[in-house]
């Protein structure tokens, strides 16, 4: 299990994709069984995934705009009859972007020059805008073409299946949801009591200790708790504590962070 990543601060302007890279990396088989089940159901869990960041931030150091994306490379193998590693390309989108199909063929003929493996290519969509659905890329000139497809999965359309998620045992559903509630919800006491409300499920489906941490340092960071809502926020914990000493021990745990 990684360790999970410093408190981001409150007061920062809003970027709820930062957290994708290490949610991903520590929920790594919940989130593909969640948005990738096809792909999920041909690896072979029993292999560790190998994660590639330094590999693949040597392949994209040209790219701008960082902030509005977030990628992850990881080599994992395959359940087709033989010891076969593959590599997946998992790309992060926050905002629509003109640009955006090019960049992702851009990175798998990199990534498929450098390592010689298979790539596959996948993009989870975390914007508002329901007309942003870019799932290929194509060129054509004087008779000469080029199209690369790729899997993509829009968190919007996640939206009717909001009740589903809360109500599921894979742990990542969670973190979906928050990314939902995230993006939608601007009210700063609306996002305060939907962190609590997030607290509250996760506490009630069980899970341990170490992936509550984990958990929810993710869900503060999709849903910023603005600073004037820290008073409120912290009244409420100390009920979650009275509650849970499990929970009690978390309110500790995030008090220093935002003291931090």
Request: aromatic fraction near 12%; charge should be negative; charged fraction near 25%.
């Amino acid at each position: 299990m990684n360790d999970v990543p410093p408190p981001v601060n409150p007061d920062e302007s809003s970027d709820h994709d930062s957290p994708w890279k290490s949610a991903i990396e520590v929920f790594f088989q919940p989130c593909m069984e969640l948005l990738f089940p096809q792909v999920a159901s041909q690896l072979d869990w029993n292999q560790e995934p190998v994660f590639m960041d330094k590999e693949l931030q040597k392949l994209t150091s040209d790219s701008n705009d960082s902030r509005r994306h977030v990628d992850k490379l990881i080599r994992v193998c395959t359940l087709a009859g033989e010891f076969r590693w593959i590599l997946l390309h998992i790309e992060v989108q926050g905002e629509p972007e003109a640009e955006f199909t090019r960049r992702m063929f851009t990175y798998y003929y990199r990534m498929v020059e450098r390592f010689n493996e298979p790539v596959v290519s996948m993009a989870i969509l975390t914007d508002t805008r329901k007309s942003f659905r870019p799932d290929h890329y194509w060129q054509e000139l004087m008779g000469c073409s080029i199209r690369f497809d790729f899997i993509c999965v829009k968190l919007l359309d996640l939206q009717d299946r909001l009740d589903a998620m809360l109500a599921s045992d894979n742990i990542f559903a969670l973190l979906v949801a928050a990314q939902l509630i995230a993006k939608q919800v601007k009210q700063p006491r609306q996002r305060t009591d939907a962190v609590l409300n997030f607290y509250r499920m996760a506490r009630r489906k069980g899970y341990s200790r170490q992936h509550l941490f984990l958990m929810h340092d993710f869900i503060e960071w999709m849903i910023r708790i603005p600073r004037q809502e820290l008073s409120y926020y912290n009244q409420h914990i100390d009920l979650i504590e009275q509650e849970d000493e499990t929970m009690g021990y978390m309110a500790i745990y995030k008090r220093e962070s935002f003291a931090k």
